[in-house]
């Protein structure tokens, strides 16, 4: 069974950059058989899509954030991770990675999810 | 843009009662293979539910069923547990181009 963890600052200033990782086990990304995305979620709000990215690098992003959004992926490292530049209070969340199979009955559902990550943004 | 809206926005509920969660897509989707529920605990990560729009994912106990008509979709809980009082999301998927939508939520509260 696929696990994921979320790793990376806790606490940014505005206007720097977050970046977040996100470690595989129990699986490897370079199986080619899940999309791996981004999703975030602000204190008492609902979930947001931020992006995925493919074990080839090649990446799809929300429109809303695809100004200010990267993502890469180090199959070595069995990693994948988020920048988010020019934070502001805004982008204060709770951010997940998760997993969708590419193909099969349980195409594009989330079934599996990191434990998240707490990122506050503040002066 | 597909915009997915819950109702309730909270449900008050007793134990052995049954919930109706709905969530309805502002559009015609371009397939409900692709269409989720999601179950939220405080503090925890979204675990998901039913996928298919009917499917049960693996563990899920067959209390939860899903259902869809048109541009509606619905998640029942039968026999309700204090445990199952959560957040419920629904999530639809399109191919082209790639996006994942989440409604906005229910919350279920069990008295």
């Known amino acids: 069974q696929v696990q994921l963890l979320e790793s990376g600052p806790g606490l940014l200033k505005p206007s720097q950059t977050l970046s977040l990782t996100c470690s595989v086990s129990?699986?490897?990304?370079?199986?080619?058989?899940?999309?791996w995305s981004w999703i975030r979620q602000p204190a008492g709000k609902g979930l947001e899509w931020i992006g995925r990215?493919?074990?080839?690098?090649?990446?799809n992003l929300s429109p809303s954030l695809e100004s200010r959004v990267s993502m890469s992926v180090d199959t070595s490292r069995n990693q994948f991770s988020l920048h988010l530049t020019s934070v502001n209070a805004a982008d204060s969340a709770v951010y997940f990675c998760?997993?969708?199979?590419?193909?099969?009955?349980?195409?594009?559902?989330?079934?599996?999810w990191g434990q998240g990550a707490v990122v506050t943004v503040s002066s | 843009e597909l915009v997915l809206t819950q109702s309730p926005g909270t449900l008050f509920l007793s134990p052995g009662e049954t919930a109706t969660l709905s969530c309805r897509a502002s559009?015609?989707?371009?397939?409900?293979?692709?269409f989720a529920w999601y179950q939220q605990k405080p503090g925890q990560a979204p675990r998901l539910l039913i996928y298919?729009?009917?499917s049960r994912a693996t563990g899920i106990p067959d209390r939860f069923s899903g259902s869809a008509s048109g541009t509606q979709f619905t998640l029942t809980i039968n026999r309700l547990e204090p445990t199952d009082a959560a957040l419920y999301y629904c999530?639809?998927?399109?191919?082209?181009?790639?996006?994942?939508?989440f409604g906005q939520g229910t919350r279920l509260e069990i008295k």
């Open positions: 998760a997993a969708a199979p590419i193909g099969g009955a349980t195409r594009g559902a989330f079934l599996v």
């Open positions: 129990g699986g490897s990304i370079s199986d080619g058989t899940e999309y």
């Open positions: 990215i493919y074990s080839t690098g090649s990446s």
């Open positions: 559009q015609s989707l371009s397939s409900i293979n692709y």
């Open positions: 298919g729009a009917s």
């Open positions: 999530q639809q998927y399109e191919s082209s181009p790639p996006w994942y939508t």
